[in-house]
C-alpha cells in the first residue's frame, strides 16, 4: 500500500508528480468536473495545471493533493490548498471523480485538509468558492462550517463565484 502524507477514515493523500499526467487528464480532462471551473480543458491546459499543482508545492507545500482510496489504493480525485494574497490564508477545494459522487467522499476530505491547514499550517483562515450554479459545493460548504462572505471574480469563468470564509476556532 501506498504511503500517504495525510490520511482520513477512508482516504489517503498523496502528492502530485511529473508522472501523473494520465491522472491529472481523468479528472481535469473530465467535462463534468470542470464545467464549473471554466472547462473543459485540453491536454495541454491540463498539463499546465499538473505542472502548477507541482510547483504550489514545491513552493508553498501546498497543492490541490490527489486522493486514493485506503482501502483500495483506486484514486478518487483531489482536495487540497493553495495560497491566497492573505498571511497565512489559503483557499481549500476539492475534485472527485463521478463513481465517488454521494458517498461523502467530499466532506471527509476537506475535513482533513481543513485540521491539516489549521494544526500543521498555523492557518488563520480559510477561504473557498463555487460558481453560483453549483448549489451542491455551497451546501457542503455549509457543513463544513464556512460561512458566505461574498461573491469573488474567478477569471476562468468569467463570473462571480460565491464566496465563503472559515476562520482559526
Known sequence: MAQYFLNSERL????????DLERAWELFGDPRLTRFVGGPFSREQVRARLQGEIAAERTHGVQYWPLFLLST???AGCCGLKVRPEPRC???GFYLKPAFHGKGYAAEAARAVIGYAFGTLNAEALFAGHHPGNEASGALLGKLGFARIGEEHYPPTGLEHVLYRLDRQ
Open 12 to 19: 489517503g493523500f498523496g502528492h502530485w508528480n511529473e508522472g
Open 73 to 75: 489504493g483506486e484514486y
Open 90 to 92: 489559503y483557499e481549500t
